[in-house]
């Protein structure tokens, strides 16, 4: 049976991860609602890929931006489950609209934050995939942060599986605030160590590759910056970013993890428009590394790693 880690002091890092990747998941929503709010030009390609016009995705945009930005403000102050659920298929959705419309694969990737700290979000609160697609708490009574949904997910074995009492143990499971204390055990905690390592090793390779490719936008940023030879400098940051990405795969070390968030977050500041509402809505960025910071400070990968293999 796996050791509960809430004794070892793990607790106290999931107590921290939760609010960071909630905060996180919540700028994504609203840095990305604002975009629509002030309808942004570019987005009339995303809306081009379902066949939408020129003049039907400048109305839409507003409607899209407001039901962003309303969806974050609940994450922010009644955080129930359908909310990060619902931004990890919208974040997915929205970042394949780019390679879909013609751009480079990469910025899919580079987005990985927009999606994977959601994911993460979920899985630090005990939900894993089970059935038709439903998530269920995966301990008992407290564990992973499923106290409130429990209870639901116990009225679903009461019932049978079936019929409308069934129905309604998923929509109250659904509609359960996450627990902002949750207490994670071995395997639940191991998981979310690997959703942030692939979700950082993602975003941080989707970038330098963009650097590679020499975006742009990035020129532009390295220009405005005052680097007289602006190639160059992609060339730099895209290696040291794929670099970084393979060490944080291969074995995260607190130090890289703490330097990389400064980089990120001073990085994101520098784009030629709509400064502040880009660095709001790459919040999962920033978020996925900082909460893999606290994820490692009690325990080390291994261990997790070495954990999750005897639970399976």
Not at 16 to 22: A, E, G, Q, S, T
Not at 124 to 138: F, H, N, Q, W
Not at 229 to 238: E, M, R, Y
Request: glycine share 14%; net charge positive.
């Amino acid at each position: 049976m796996m050791k509960d880690l809430s004794g070892s002091g793990l607790t106290v890092s999931a107590h921290r991860m939760h609010y960071i990747l909630r905060i996180a998941a919540a700028m994504c929503f609203i840095g990305h609602g604002a975009f629509g709010i002030i309808t942004k030009p570019i987005w009339c390609n995303y809306f081009a890929v379902f066949g939408i016009g020129h003049d039907m995705a400048y109305t839409l945009m507003p409607v899209v931006g407001t039901l962003d930005i309303t969806m974050g403000l609940i994450l922010l102050f009644y955080p129930i489950r359908v909310v990060p659920a619902w931004l990890i298929i919208w974040g997915l959705v929205t970042a394949s609209m780019r390679p879909l419309s013609g751009e480079p694969f990469a910025e899919l990737i580079e987005r990985a934050g927009n999606f994977g700290v959601p994911l993460a979000l979920l899985v630090l609160a005990g939900g894993v995939t089970r059935g038709a697609g439903s998530l269920v708490g995966a301990g008992g009574d407290g564990a992973g942060g499923t106290r409130g949904a429990s209870s639901a997910m116990g009225g679903v074995a009461g019932a049978g599986g079936s019929g409308v009492a069934a129905g309604m143990s998923r929509v109250r499971f659904w509609f359960s605030r996450l627990d902002p204390d949750p207490q994670p055990d071995a395997r639940t905690f191991s998981r979310v160590v690997l959703c942030l390592r692939i979700v950082v090793f993602l975003l941080l390779v989707g970038h330098g590759w963009l650097n590679l490719i020499e975006k742009k936008g990035l020129l532009q940023q390295y220009t405005n910056l005052g680097f007289s030879n602006p190639a160059n400098t992609a060339l730099f940051a895209g290696l040291f970013e794929i670099l970084a990405a393979l060490a944080i795969l291969i074995r995260p070390v607190r130090p890289l993890l703490i330097a990389l968030f400064i980089w990120k977050m001073g990085t994101e500041l520098f784009y030629p428009k709509y400064e502040v509402f880009e660095w709001v809505e790459r919040g999962g960025s920033y978020g996925a590394v900082l909460a893999l910071y606290f994820a490692i400070g009690k325990t080390s990968v291994e261990e997790t790693s070495s954990q999750h293999k005897l639970a399976i």
